[in-house]
Structure formats: C-alpha cells, structure tokens
C-alpha cells in the first residue's frame, strides 16, 4: 500500500476549470442532480489520514488532474492510473456488448463505469454489487466501504455497517475474494485495513463523503439508483 500523499491546494479557478470538465448533463435529473440533497454540505479539507491509498500521482486530487488535463500538460491516456479521469458511460457507447465493465483493480476506486448508479444513502448491502454501478456512485461522491465476507464475522459485519447505516453518500456490501477484510473506495483514493474495529475507517468516512477534492459530480445525487446486487 502506498503511503499518504501531501494533498496539493487547489485553487479556485482550478477547481472551476475542473468542475467544468466533468458537468453533469444539461438535464440533471438523467444523471441524478436534481435530486441532490439541498441540505448536504460538501467536504473540502485535505485529508490527513496515514495509510490512504492516492492514485493521482503527483496531481495529488481531481480537481489539480482534470485542470492539467484541460490546461493540454496531460493526458488521461498518460497518468499513471488513468481511471481517474476516465468517466464514460460504457452502455451508451455504440457497440457495447451488453456485459458490465471489468476493471483492473478489485475492488475498482474509479473508471467508466455504467449509466445508473447504485443506490448509495447510507446502503447496506447483504450481496455483492456490480462494480460498475457502484464506481458510479463513487463518482458522485459515495464511499464504498467492501468487507471479504471469508476474513470477516457476522458480529464484525454488523458493527460495520452501523458505520454506514444513516450516512448518506456511503454504501456498503461483500466482495468475495478482495483478499482483506476492509477496503474503503472513493473515487482516486482507498484504504484497506485487516481489523473491522479500525478507527481509521470512521475517519476515511468522514473525510472522503462528498469530499469536493476528490468528487467528479458534486451536484449529483445517491437516491434513486438500482439497488440489485449480483445475487439478485
């Protein structure tokens, strides 16, 4: 696991040049935003948490990427984890084959991803997801908090999803064969941990839900997206 990066600021004009890059449709409601939650109140601060996984490399968050991929110094091709800046919608495209996304990385922290998100409002889930619905939550600024149901007890299942029961953009479901008993994925960022009572996965929650630094679609929402899961 790699170490926590020092989080660059970003400035206003780069979080703008950012935002710009990754607009939700001009139709919100195809994509969630006009049911975002008009209480809600977006993070920002840069997290310190020791552990944290980064994969922007040297951009640090996704606002400082998106603005050096628009600014023509990058592309998305030539980051070192490109599925940072990679945000289509794979079932729309002509000649999709009708099978979801398979990603490189188990479970995934950002990629295309499919068209409908999965319901992410404090969700617990008791099987597993299809990765691509639930990148696209992340994509809205969910955590998805994943459990290997092989490395963990029922009661340490339990204790965890009191954690996500209530927080709304978070969700939560097995991921058979992850190979650690926690991982935490937001869009760019994971933290994966052996013992279920970690302090640090309270933390990441706290930090990285709705964490404007790191959240492609600040105006969309966690209602109102699929909620089957692989067994149904």
């Known amino acids: 696991m790699r170490p926590l990066r020092t989080w660059t600021a970003v400035t206003p004009l780069l979080a703008l040049v950012a935002l710009a890059a990754c607009t939700p449709s001009a139709d919100p409601s195809a994509d969630g935003g ?13 997290p310190d948490i020791s552990g944290v996984t980064s994969f922007y490399g040297e951009y640090g968050d996704y606002a400082t990427v998106m603005a050096a991929i628009q600014a023509g110094d990058v592309t998305a091709e030539e980051l070192e ?16 084959d009708g099978q979801p996304p ?9 990629g295309n991803h499919l068209g409908q998100w999965q319901t992410c409002t404090g969700t617990v889930y008791d099987a597993p997801l299809v990765d691509g619905h639930a990148v696209h939550s992340m994509e809205h600024g969910a955590v998805w908090l994943t459990y290997d149901p092989e490395l963990l007890d029922q009661a340490s299942v339990d204790a965890l999803a009191l954690l ?7 969700l939560m479901s097995p991921y058979p064969g992850q190979g650690v008993p926690v991982s935490l994925q937001s869009w760019g960022n994971q933290y994966q941990t052996d013992d279920p009572a970690d302090q640090v996965i309270e933390d990441y929650l706290d930090s990285f839900v709705l964490n404007d630094r790191f959240n492609p679609e600040p105006m969309a929402t966690c209602a109102g997206g699929v909620n089957t899961t692989i067994a149904g």
């Open 34 to 46: 006009a049911a975002a939650d008009s209480g809600r109140m977006p993070g920002g601060d840069a």
């Open 81 to 96: 984890y490109p599925f940072v800046a990679q945000q289509d919608h794979v079932d729309a495209q002509n000649g999709w």
């Open 102 to 110: 398979v990603y490189e990385m188990q479970p995934p922290v950002g």
């Open 164 to 170: 996500i029961q209530n927080r709304d953009y978070s």
